[in-house]
Structure formats: structure tokens, C-alpha cells
DNA sequence: GATTCGTTCAAACGTTCGTTTTAATCTTAG
DNA sequence: CTAAGATTAAAACGAACGTTTGAACGAATC
């Protein structure tokens, strides 16, 4: 029962630093030597702590996985409570989930930019273990907002919020992702490129910055007109089936 | 047996092949042994027909992307000319560039699902060669549509436009690349998630649906209200400076 | 029939991978 | 201090990696 409180310099330095490869070279790409070299450790100091590779890669996400969505958990908690039983706003809501996530981005403490550029390169990895660890880790959060989202918006489809809750969080993903793959492809800023001033190397602005642009943008498409089908007439509205048996991994 | 192999039936043999398993494992996680293996043909051909695996996936990539942005822009073309030099409306313009890219999802002989799979996960790997090789693809058809973005939007702030296309990229291109990892993951479809009927596993229904749900969603959020700004006021309309020196990747 | 050339083949190349082993070192409670 | 356990160190493991080699094959050309 008594956990080891070893809080070894050796065990956190290599949680670093493989963070930061991970996101620069995906997880493949990033060898145990690689990881040991640049955190100057030895090689066996990985299958010591972790175990193995597979396993040190989930425990680089559930450090920072864990604070995110009990955070959120907590935010949609207090909002239902503020709320007294009426349903939220989509914009509370998006809010909640995606302006946690963000904050995360400003903080160094948290990861910063760092791991929620790894978040989101990871989440379109097609390796088995790492998306059976993701739908366990965001089974509740996915399973809570949706219902959320269902009560908020009861005049659209269930199936449709389910794809627009899928579209939100790809635009999110990749925003984060691919501001770095930006920087790196073309050697400028992404706010750089339209002709605002450039940012400083400062990471903390980068994320308030992507979290203003984001949100008016996933708000609109959250509540845009429904899509008409050329399909033959369908029931549009379900029934709220318990078909929420599904966990699905989302940023 | 009557089967005869011409000269180029190994090498589109493996292009099927190495499509498929790309998109399944990832291509660092693809070995040729797995490729050559699944193709039926010697673990040499890769290096004699294309030189090496980096050329390989290249190449897996060429023969679509030639395809597909020589229609994005002869599309463009089309609605300008009938256009007669007036700006486009901005649905247009988002169903040239993302209906021609859709409608591949539909056809078997331009790579169907499994391509558009693989090109919205290889758009987030971090691999060098890989992302150098995209902003050469994308170059000028990217430029192309912002520019007409800027015209359709002459209001909108530019820099505005850049983050709002880079979002609407990550939304298709994550909703894309997610619909296998939630197959997989929960063994559902993402229609049937929300009590929708299933899909026949017919790869053209599921593009066609993913189309028809994803355009509302991104047309709402490129008009959605610009965002509130707390930092110290400044410009919102920039020159249209010659700062379009840059060439990105985008699916 | 012999020659040529593009292609396929089996085998091996050297390297790097994740992991394991065994010993040395450090930390700490009795 | 000493014994015991936790951690680090150095070396090696077998397996798998991408690539190369040199010979054999098959269908044209002379």
C-alpha cells in the first residue's frame, strides 16, 4: 500500500525528455538511446522505471492526462451546479473542455506547449496500445460532455453532435499539431504569415492566442444549419438511446 | 496459369500494398519485409523499382495528389471564369477544395478511404523528408485558395483566414483519419454511435455522409464572429503584403 | 542460337532496435 | 557500522531493420 516516494531525479528527467522527443519525432521514430542519451541516464534506466517503451509512453500521458480531465470534470461539474438543473450553453461547455485543455498550453508546469503538441500527433497514431490507452483514459470525459452537448442543443440530432464533437476535436488536434509543423516547414510564425507581428519564442502566447482564434471558429461550426441529405428522408431526431455505450479518444 | 505480369505489376502491386499498410501501422511501423511480403513479391523491388523506402512513400503520395490538386485547381478555375472577376462565395470555394478531396474517398481507383485515411495521418507525422515533400505537393494550390479566400472575405482580417483554413484542415483531416480508430477501437461506426442505422461496409456511403455532415460544419465556422482580443487593441486589417512566401501542407 | 536488358530472386550486409543480465554503487534503517 | 534494498552502470542479447549484392530468369533483338 505504501507507495515508493523515491521521486527520482533519474525517473523525471526521463519523462521529460521523452515527452519532447516523442512530440519531435512521433514514437516510433524515438529510440530508448535517444531518450537515455539526451537525458543523460543509462539505457537500462527505462525498462527499470517503466518497464518498457510502450509503457513509458503511457506514463507520459496519464501525468498530464490525469490533471486534464479531472479539471474538466471539475469545470463541467460546476457549471452543471451554477446551472441548477437547466441546460448549459454549447459555448459554456466548449469552454470547459477545450479552454481547459488550452491553459494547459500556458502553463510549463503542465507540459505547455510541449505535451499538447504531442496530444495532438498522437491522437491519429494507429498503433493498437496507444488508442486502447486513450479510449480508457477519455472514456468518462467523452461520455460526460456528450451528454452535455445532447441537453444543450435537444433540437439536433444526437448522431449529428457526435460528428461535430468528432470535426471539433480534429480542428483542435491539428491546430496545436501543425503550428509547429509550420514553423518548422516554412521558418515562420503561423500569425507571422498573414502579416501580424511576430510572436516571441514564448509559448505561453502562442496558446492564449490559438485559444481566442479557436473557439468563435468551433462555436459556429458547432451550431451551424443542419446538412440536407440527398439521401431518402430519414428520422433526423433519435431518441436518446443509452447508445452511448462507446468511448471514443479526443484531445 | 494464364495470369501474366507486365512489367508494371509489381510496382503498382506494392503502391497498393504499401497505401494500405501506411495507413494501418504508420511508416515507420511498416516495414518492407511487411510490404513485400503482403504484395507477394521479392524484398528487393521496393529498392529496384523506387529506389528506397522514403521514395516509396513518396511515391504512394505522388500518383494521388497529382490527381487531386490538378482538379482542386482546375476547379478554382471553373468558378472564377464564371465568376467573370467577382469574388466567390465562400462555399464555393470550400467545395472545390474539399469536395474534390471527398469525392476520392469514393472512388476505388483514386484510392478510395484508405487513401484519404493515409493522408490525413501521415499530415501530422513529424518526419522531415515527409513534411518538405507536402509543402512542395501543396504550394501553390493552397496559395491559390486563400487568395480567393481573401477575396470571398475581403472583411475578415487575412491572418484570420490563415487560422480559420488551418482549422478547417485539422477538422477533415482528423475526422477523416478518426473514423478507422473509432471503428476500432469501439467496433462501431460513427453513424451508429447515435442510434443511426449501420453502415454497409461500403467505404463510398461513409464518404459521402462525412462529406454532406462536414461542410455545414466548416462553412460555420469560417463565417462564425471574430474573436474578442484582450490584449491591447491593434490592427485588424492588414496590407495584403507579399508575405504569401509561404508554402504549407494541407490535405 | 546468342545477346541484350529489364526484372526477379535468394542471400547476406552492417546497423540499430528494445530488452536483459550481472555487477557495482548508492541510500538508509537497525 | 553493516546488512538489505534501491538504483545505476556496462556489456551483451537475439531480432528486426533498410539496403545491397550477384546470379538467374524471361522476353525481345540481332
Redesign the pocket.
Given at each position: 500500500m505504501s507507495e515508493?516516494k523515491?521521486?527520482?531525479?533519474?525517473?523525471d528527467r526521463i519523462l521529460d525528455v521523452a515527452e519532447r522527443l516523442f512530440m519531435e519525432n512521433g514514437?516510433?521514430?524515438?529510440?530508448?538511446?535517444?531518450?537515455?542519451g539526451a537525458a543523460?541516464?543509462?539505457?537500462?534506466?527505462?525498462?527499470?522505471?517503466?518497464?518498457?517503451?510502450?509503457?513509458?509512453l503511457r506514463e507520459v500521458f496519464r501525468r498530464r492526462l490525469g490533471w486534464l480531465n479531472e479539471n474538466r470534470l471539475q469545470a463541467l461539474d460546476r457549471l452543471e451546479a451554477q446551472a441548477g438543473g437547466a441546460p448549459l450553453k454549447p459555448s459554456q461547455i466548449l469552454e470547459a473542455f477545450f479552454g481547459t485543455l488550452l491553459r494547459m498550453g500556458e502553463d510549463k508546469a503542465l507540459g505547455g506547449m510541449t505535451f499538447l503538441r504531442l496530444l495532438g500527433r498522437t491522437l491519429t497514431e494507429p498503433a493498437e496500445f496507444i488508442r486502447t490507452f486513450f479510449a480508457g483514459e477519455y472514456a468518462e470525459v467523452i461520455d460526460r460532455y456528450k451528454q452535455a452537448l445532447y441537453r444543450a442543443l435537444p433540437d439536433v440530432p444526437q448522431a449529428e453532435i457526435v460528428w461535430r464533437l468528432h470535426f471539433m476535436l480534429g480542428a483542435m488536434s491539428y491546430a496545436i499539431a501543425g503550428t509547429d509543423v509550420l514553423r518548422v516547414v516554412t521558418g515562420v510564425e503561423v500569425g507571422d504569415l498573414a502579416g501580424e507581428r511576430p510572436l516571441q519564442d514564448d509559448d505561453t502566447a502562442l496558446a492564449r492566442r490559438l485559444a481566442q482564434r479557436l473557439m468563435p471558429f468551433l462555436l459556429g461550426g458547432l451550431r451551424a444549419p443542419l446538412p440536407q441529405f440527398d439521401e431518402p428522408a430519414r428520422i433526423q431526431k433519435e431518441l436518446p438511446t443509452q447508445a452511448a455505450r462507446e468511448s471514443r479518444p479526443g484531445i
Open positions: 515508493q523515491t521521486s527520482s531525479d533519474t525517473r514514437y516510433e521514430a524515438t529510440s530508448m538511446r535517444m531518450i537515455t543523460e541516464v543509462n539505457l537500462a534506466a527505462v525498462n527499470y522505471h517503466f518497464g518498457s517503451k510502450e509503457a513509458l
